[in-house]
Nanobody
């Protein structure tokens, strides 16, 4: 397991952009698949985006394709989520997750480390 700390959330207007950051502890960060998930009040946690450890392969939920971009900087042990053209329905607590054995990008299985979350609120 690694310790994860998210940051970058806030209150913005529809159409604005935010960049979330997730800082990870440990020297083996490069081996982890990294993912972003979100949970809105009264709703189930849902997958947002993921990036594998060996290359730049990424996957996105249909709801954020074309608007969000996940990236990682292994030298800084940090994963990012660039969110553009934000919509009110993007309002949620966003969680960073890490896993060594994530077999399929797009699901939530295989993640063994989770951050505390950062709030993103998009007003209309």
């Amino acid at each position: 397991q690694v310790q994860l700390v998210e940051s970058g959330g806030g209150l913005v207007q529809a159409g604005d952009s935010l960049r979330l950051s997730c800082a990870a502890s440990g020297r083996t960060f490069y081996r982890y698949t990294m993912g972003w998930f979100r949970q809105a009040p009264g709703k189930e946690r849902e997958f947002v985006a993921a990036i594998n450890w060996s290359n730049g392969i990424t996957k996105y939920a249909d709801s954020v394709k074309g608007r969000f971009t996940i990236s990682r900087d292994n030298a800084k042990s940090t994963v990012y989520l660039q969110m553009n053209s934000l919509k009110p329905e993007d309002t949620a607590v966003y969680y960073c997750a890490a896993g060594l054995f994530v077999a399929v990008l797009g699901g939530d299985s295989g993640y063994d480390s989770w951050g505390q979350g950062t709030q993103v609120t998009v007003s209309s």
